[in-house]
């Protein structure tokens, strides 16, 4: 008889109900909301081909040989630049490039968290990161949001009685939500942070795919002026504005923190593949990708205008939902009960998926919400797919 | 004043003083036996260049979308089939693709490991294991080795008195020592597995690299034969034989494990660099790895007997050790005592660097010891080398 005991921290880990529903999303003729994945139509076949070219031609070794854990220099460099133009103000030895934001959080929060640990996420919130805390036997709590991001002073209670360790959000054009945390909260949150002693992780996946011209300042700068810039870690990846199979994002954090981090990533995994730093790097001396977003900001723009007003006009007496500036998703919420898993399906069988809002939330899931993604379904699938929803009641 | 305390696993490793001292192994002039790395002059270079050239025109979506977190079909197809060569007779099911060995060791450690469980290694044993299972806060238990492996009768006696969750080795041409397991210890080790009911991790990066035609059969060979295959964990790599720039690993896992194993992975890095396993699989169906492992096989034999013969010559008084017979490390030790670490100083003045052998132990370090590697050093550089160590006595 076989010792099949598993560690305590994966044992708790469950296959995703969602992940099983979404296998069938790919059966033919299935139109797809479900996934987060970037269209493959927007990747800059030219230029990754031009990139592959000169790396294999004079980067070879570069790409092919073990690297430093923290990251392929000319990238940490490349990165730090690309930071600055968001207003993330680091010098290069503060970026350290990861296999992707996933492994961000991963090596942030084995590095940050002791089991127990309080970490604060916004409800609802990025469905993996709440794998990486569960992993990290972490104690999740979670604080409402509204369509201005988390209700920062839910958070303010919450810090009166309990002691909070990190919290972690997406500010800009949320996943799933896909809200934005007003200027205002974003202010008061790091004053919060510096008052209250706790880490800020902020995941910014999707900042530059922005419908709009507005500004919106990282919290990594308001905690620069507030003279705490230490409590915060960044994190960003170039899968939804260059190509996610290449694995490459990148933390921004302070010192104190950075050193063990790295020795976590170098037993995580050595090193990021060089291959793929190389051709980022070589990429972006290309000045080829502020023009590329420009392309996929305009294409999700056109596409979740299209989503939205099918929506509104087919689906409008039975959900309601706010209008993204931005991202991949729209977050919708039947106006009355309803259980949006149980629904799936139906929709199933009528041939359009979504993810069920539940999978987003630690605690107290509302069944009545769904997230669906238009980055991968042209604005006639969309509006088809908002056809069969509605033939779906 | 911020909250700085770091979660304890990661607090307890420390940066290593090798790697520090390694830093200068990059000066000019100074010849390096440190590194475990491969030579970059035997990268298949024609075959990477063209398998690229094939993924660029042909896989191209498949190399920069998103993937599944088991891996790239093909490339665990292809995988099966090389590792059924070696006496590895698993279905392409039980492949899990990984960011190389190290995540194979990390993700495993962190599914299988709760703080405390007894893991056993080798002493000495590989330096980056040691991290992956401090950073799981397991009870790493270490038992001796000889010129035929792990002493396993040793190993027999802690199993009376000591609940044993795995038992980790490298059994072929190991890191640092060099050494192969003999047969009887293969057996004898998985009928123990059998017994005493513990996992056995079976790390083998550098079986291919034989300089005879002997042929080692594998723990997990054994394992299928003693009914107890579901036990064994057989996890490889391409960073030897291929290009570690890529990050490309395996592991070979039963069911019971894979199935959490999977979703640790998912949360760590939700799959692994696509452009590289597109990569991999394709420069595999050209049927040129059998041909170019053989080109480092030749290669590496006779660095080996050039470093050895010059260490018989000119440090034969001062140095015992037994001939490697695969591999990529030579693994001495002074006849008298001495401390292999501060001597480093003196060596690293004369122009030559190697790994202090303390680094591979868990506990009672042997400060004799030291580890040579010669694959990246020509003949006539490892004749230089040996020279300057003499000049350091």
Redesign the interface.
Same mark, same amino acid.
């Given at each position: 008889?076989?010792?099949?005991r598993?560690?305590?921290?994966?044992?708790e880990?469950?296959?995703s109900a969602v992940r099983e529903l979404l296998k069938h999303s790919k059966l033919p003729g299935v139109i797809s909301l479900g996934?987060g994945?970037?269209a493959?139509e927007l990747?800059d076949?030219e230029g990754?081909?031009l990139a592959?070219q000169q790396v294999?031609n004079g980067r070879?070794?570069?790409?092919?040989?073990? $690297?430093l854990t923290e990251g392929y220099p000319p990238l940490r460099q490349a990165v730090s630049e690309l930071c600055q133009a968001r207003g993330v103000d680091c010098p290069a030895s503060h970026v350290y490039i990861t296999? $992707?934001s996933?492994?961000s959080l991963?090596i942030v929060a084995?590095?940050?968290?002791?089991p127990g640990?309080a970490i604060v996420v916004e409800r609802p919130t990025y469905l993996?990161a709440l794998?990486?805390f569960?992993?990290?036997q972490a104690n999740i709590l979670s604080v409402d949001t509204n369509d201005d991001g988390m209700l920062v002073e839910q958070l303010a209670d919450l810090l009166e009685t309990t002691r909070v360790?990190a919290v972690y959000l997406v500010p800009t054009f949320g996943n799933p939500g896909g809200k934005t945390l007003s200027e205002a909260r974003r202010r008061r949150l790091v004053e919060l942070a510096k008052k209250h002693?706790?880490?800020i992780i902020e995941d910014d996946p999707y900042g530059e795919i922005s419908f709009t011209d507005e500004v919106r300042r990282p919290l990594y700068q308001h905690a620069v002026e507030l003279g705490?810039v230490?409590?915060v870690v960044y994190t960003s990846t170039f899968?939804k504005i260059l190509?996610? $199979?290449?694995?490459i994002g990148w933390i921004v954090m302070p010192d104190?923190?950075a050193?063990?981090?790295v020795?976590?990533k170098?037993?995580?995994?050595?090193?990021?593949?060089?291959?793929?730093q190389v051709?980022t790097a070589e990429y972006l001396s290309m000045n080829r990708l502020e023009k590329q977003i420009a392309l996929i900001r305009e294409d999700y723009r056109k596409k979740c205008v299209a989503l939205a007003d099918a929506l509104e006009s087919q689906l409008g007496e039975h959900l309601e939902f706010s209008r993204p500036k931005g991202g991949m998703f729209l977050w919708a919420r039947f106006r009355y009960p309803f259980d949006t898993m149980e629904w799936m399906k139906k929709t199933l069988e009528n041939g359009v998926v979504y993810v069920p809002g539940e999978a987003f939330y630690n605690d107290n899931p509302d069944t009545r919400t769904l997230r669906l993604s238009y980055s991968t379904v042209s604005a006639d699938g969309l509006m088809t797919a908002v056809e069969r929803l509605a033939k779906s009641l």
């Amino acid at each position: 008889m076989h010792d099949r005991r598993l560690a305590a921290r994966a044992g708790e880990l469950k296959p995703s109900a969602v992940r099983e529903l979404l296998k069938h999303s790919k059966l033919p003729g299935v139109i797809s909301l479900g996934g987060g994945i970037p269209a493959p139509e927007l990747f800059d076949t030219e230029g990754l081909n031009l990139a592959v070219q000169q790396v294999m031609n004079g980067r070879f070794n570069d790409a092919f040989q073990y $690297g430093l854990t923290e990251g392929y220099p000319p990238l940490r460099q490349a990165v730090s630049e690309l930071c600055q133009a968001r207003g993330v103000d680091c010098p290069a030895s503060h970026v350290y490039i990861t296999s $992707g934001s996933q492994q961000s959080l991963d090596i942030v929060a084995r590095t940050l968290l002791d089991p127990g640990d309080a970490i604060v996420v916004e409800r609802p919130t990025y469905l993996a990161a709440l794998q990486v805390f569960q992993l990290a036997q972490a104690n999740i709590l979670s604080v409402d949001t509204n369509d201005d991001g988390m209700l920062v002073e839910q958070l303010a209670d919450l810090l009166e009685t309990t002691r909070v360790k990190a919290v972690y959000l997406v500010p800009t054009f949320g996943n799933p939500g896909g809200k934005t945390l007003s200027e205002a909260r974003r202010r008061r949150l790091v004053e919060l942070a510096k008052k209250h002693d706790f880490v800020i992780i902020e995941d910014d996946p999707y900042g530059e795919i922005s419908f709009t011209d507005e500004v919106r300042r990282p919290l990594y700068q308001h905690a620069v002026e507030l003279g705490c810039v230490d409590q915060v870690v960044y994190t960003s990846t170039f899968s939804k504005i260059l190509a996610p $199979g290449m694995r490459i994002g990148w933390i921004v954090m302070p010192d104190w923190l950075a050193q063990q981090t790295v020795i976590v990533k170098q037993a995580a995994d050595l090193h990021t593949n060089m291959l793929s730093q190389v051709i980022t790097a070589e990429y972006l001396s290309m000045n080829r990708l502020e023009k590329q977003i420009a392309l996929i900001r305009e294409d999700y723009r056109k596409k979740c205008v299209a989503l939205a007003d099918a929506l509104e006009s087919q689906l409008g007496e039975h959900l309601e939902f706010s209008r993204p500036k931005g991202g991949m998703f729209l977050w919708a919420r039947f106006r009355y009960p309803f259980d949006t898993m149980e629904w799936m399906k139906k929709t199933l069988e009528n041939g359009v998926v979504y993810v069920p809002g539940e999978a987003f939330y630690n605690d107290n899931p509302d069944t009545r919400t769904l997230r669906l993604s238009y980055s991968t379904v042209s604005a006639d699938g969309l509006m088809t797919a908002v056809e069969r929803l509605a033939k779906s009641l």
